[in-house]
T-cell receptor, first 113, second 116 residues
């Protein structure tokens, strides 16, 4: 039962354009969402998070949007840079529910110079 | 501040053997969780340890086990290896247990296991 889904295994975007990565979840109890970025031969690194009390969180070129009614979140990267080429995982959990972090299957983003 | 250290980074085993992987968390972090990453499956949660106690366990067979020592270092063991156990095994550390706050996990680089 995949509670967190990333339906696009891969995405290619021209350098300088906007990259939009999508994530859907099924568990309405999730109230904290994170994005991790992973380069080959390295562990995932935290990118940005959002609490369910917000619908948007920004950090530099990265913005995460949360649509609770649709159980959908998206990560926007503007402008996209070659160093953004990586696998992106979204994850969800309950902040105080003694809950593990549930990850999606990942989206491989390739930025074309 | 040293990050999360996993050893070994790469290893090759044959079916039926067993393997032990090690994870040293960030100093001061008492929660260590383990994940299996395979193509198309994302990161699957194996288990979490906090203060030497297993707090959560994922949906993996009993061949997968772990433990945590008093210095917070953790090991995971896989017995009777199968071809399908070939994966990247990641550990992550956190100062507090999972699900007790909006905390962020810090991952190690992983141990790449190949079962022949």
């Amino acid at each position: 039962d995949q509670q967190v889904k990333q339906n696009s295994p891969s995405l290619s975007v021209q350098e300088g354009r906007i990259s939009i990565l999508n994530c859907d979840y099924t568990n309405s109890m999730f109230d904290y969402f994170l994005w991790y970025k992973k380069y080959p031969a390295e562990g995932p690194t935290f990118l940005i998070s959002i609490s369910s009390i917000k619908d948007k969180n920004e950090d530099g070129r990265f913005t995460v949007f949360l649509n609770k009614s649709a159980k959908h979140l998206s990560l926007h990267i503007v402008p996209s840079q070659p160093g953004d080429s990586a696998v992106y995982f979204c994850a969800a959990t309950r902040v105080f529910g003694n809950e593990k972090l549930t990850f999606g299957t990942g989206t491989r983003l390739t930025i074309i110079p | 501040k040293a990050g999360v250290t996993q050893t070994p980074r790469y290893l090759i085993k044959t079916r039926g053997q067993q393997v032990t992987l090690s994870c040293s968390p960030i100093s001061g972090h008492r929660s260590v969780s383990w994940y299996q990453q395979t193509p198309g499956q994302g990161l699957q949660f194996l288990f979490e340890y906090f203060s030497e106690t297993q707090r959560n366990k994922g949906n993996f067979p009993g061949r997968f086990s772990g433990r945590q020592f008093s210095n917070s270092r953790s090991e995971m063991n896989v017995s009777t290896l199968e071809l399908g156990d070939s994966a990247l095994y990641l550990c992550a550390s956190s100062p507090v247990p999972l699900g007790t706050g909006a905390n962020v996990l810090t991952f190690g680089a992983g141990s790449r296991l190949t079962v022949l």
